[in-house]
């Protein structure tokens, strides 16, 4: 479906994983102060983080800004809502802070349905976090060199920092350590251990106690633990361990049981298919997946390739529908197949239309061709049921010759041409409410009203022209 202008914009950034509280609050406040400085802006509410809640589990470093507008007649002359995302993407430009805007009702749609905050996603599956994120990143590059792309980010899960602490078997046995002392150590020196229960009233308390802060303030810290040993002997414990600070995940996100990594990004100024087709071609030719690995395209394309399945058996029954209903009412292929011939007429008015208001074939467009063939085929059927009728009248008692079929013919379509026009042009007239609305739900209308609109009015200029010349042909082979 076309995407509604809700009023408002829902501005959604990401930034590193291991962001402190006092930096993402700077970039928050920082980012916001920023967007309540454009003309347009009415009020800007932002967070940072998740609220006490399982249903938002957002991290610390993805930020959501609620942005209300103001009402487009006091918007600077000339101001659109994509030059409004365009001029805040300009002016938010800080270090490791990636934009993102979409609209709050859309936002949370997209996210529910298909797991992605932009319209447009791509997901890569393997066993590797690490490297998952690193490919990633690798798809970004490709992707922004793509027309079309806007607001395209990896989202970054690993840069936590994590103290890996690698017991050596080797060494413990030569000191006598049993591993299961050297773990309690660490545990107890470094996470804490629960050595008791306190109950206070009807309340029970676990009591942990661990190490001070300066006991265990940085590696050297950690290596001069000392673990008990052979013969009470004191060992350090980096002499029975490698210890080091590596990278990690921050999160781990999985889908079907396999972790995945997610691209996200928003088209503008192309339709979502053929930027689709484009960005997949430049992958296929420059990423290499390694063996186990693969990617998938995510987020409203779903929608897409769902809604095309689904067209593609509706369109294909509501014609055959209409074929069925004829031929029962007329009981003749020939004239079953004048009168379908409306529905190619009626399609030239629509398909021209949309090319020259260069709208995009979507859902709206198609409902919008489904009720412009019934209407054409209507008037098919009202045209045809009166040639019929004039040319029995004709001949109902005369020999059938071809002076006599070009007067009949003449005869039928005069005789309901006031009728089909007023018919016509009232349900035209009847749609231009639809087609110059601007509010809520106006991208919706808009297209489905063009394409009645356009379609059914070379639908009856055309069919009052072509129908009657084909029934007088059809009814010349039968002299």
Do not use: C
Not at 110 to 132: C, E, N, S, W
Not at 146 to 155: E, F, Q, S
């Amino acid at each position: 479906m076309p995407p509604l202008d809700e009023g408002t914009l829902w501005y959604m950034p990401i930034t590193l994983p291991d962001v402190s509280e006092e930096r993402a609050q700077e970039l928050l406040l920082a980012s916001n102060k920023v967007i309540s400085e454009i003309p347009e802006v009415e009020m800007v509410v932002g967070k940072a983080g998740r609220a006490d809640t399982a249903t938002d589990p957002a991290p610390l470093a993805m930020f959501e800004t609620f942005i209300t507008l103001k009402p487009k007649s006091e918007w600077r002359k000339g101001m659109t809502k994509e030059k409004l995302i365009w001029e805040m993407n300009k002016a938010i430009d800080y270090d490791n802070l990636w934009n993102s805007f979409t609209q709050p009702i859309i936002g949370r749609i997209d996210m529910l349905a298909t797991g992605i905050r932009t319209q447009l996603g791509v997901k890569i599956f393997g066993d590797d976090p690490v490297l998952l994120e690193a490919l990633a990143i690798e798809v970004e590059g490709y992707l922004t060199q793509v027309p079309g792309a806007a607001d395209t980010v990896a989202i970054r899960t690993t840069g936590l920092r994590y103290l890996d602490i690698d017991l050596k078997d080797e060494l413990l046995a030569v000191h006598g350590i049993v591993k299961m002392d050297a773990l309690q150590t660490i545990a107890a020196g470094i996470g804490g251990a629960m050595v008791t229960k306190t109950i206070e009233g009807r309340e029970q308390y676990g009591v942990e106690v661990r190490l001070k802060q300066s006991y265990r303030q940085d590696i050297e810290d950690i290596s001069s633990l000392p673990v008990p040993g052979r013969n009470g002997t004191q060992v350090l414990m980096g002499t029975i361990a490698d210890i080091r600070l590596v990278d990690g995940p921050a999160v781990i996100h999985s889908e079907n049981g396999i972790i995945r990594s997610t691209v996200q990004t928003n088209v503008r100024g192309i339709d979502m298919a053929t930027f689709v087709k484009q960005a997949d071609k430049v992958l296929e030719q420059n990423l290499e997946l390694p063996t186990g690995y693969s990617y998938e395209w995510a987020g409203q394309y779903e929608n897409q390739l769902r809604a095309k399945k689904r067209l593609s058996i509706v369109i294909p029954l509501v014609l055959f529908i209409i074929f069925l209903l004829l031929y029962l009412t007329y009981k003749d292929l020939s004239l079953v197949s004048i009168v379908m011939l409306t529905i190619p007429l009626s399609l030239v008015g629509g398909v021209i239309a949309l090319y020259i208001a260069d709208y995009n074939f979507s859902v709206a467009v198609w409902v919008g061709f489904i009720a412009l063939f019934g209407n054409a085929v209507e008037t098919g059927v009202v045209i045809v049921v009166y040639l019929q009728n004039a040319f029995e009248d004709k001949f109902k008692n005369a020999t059938v010759t071809v002076a006599g079929i070009h007067e009949a013919v003449v005869e039928g379509s005069l005789l309901r041409l006031r009728p089909i026009l007023m018919t016509a042009f009232t349900s035209v007239i009847g749609l231009i409410p639809m087609i110059t609305s601007t509010g809520t739900g106006a991208e919706v209308t808009r297209p489905l009203a063009l394409v009645v609109m356009t379609g059914l009015t070379t639908s009856v200029l055309l069919t009052l022209i072509v129908i009657p010349v084909l029934f007088a042909m059809l009814r010349e082979r039968q002299v």
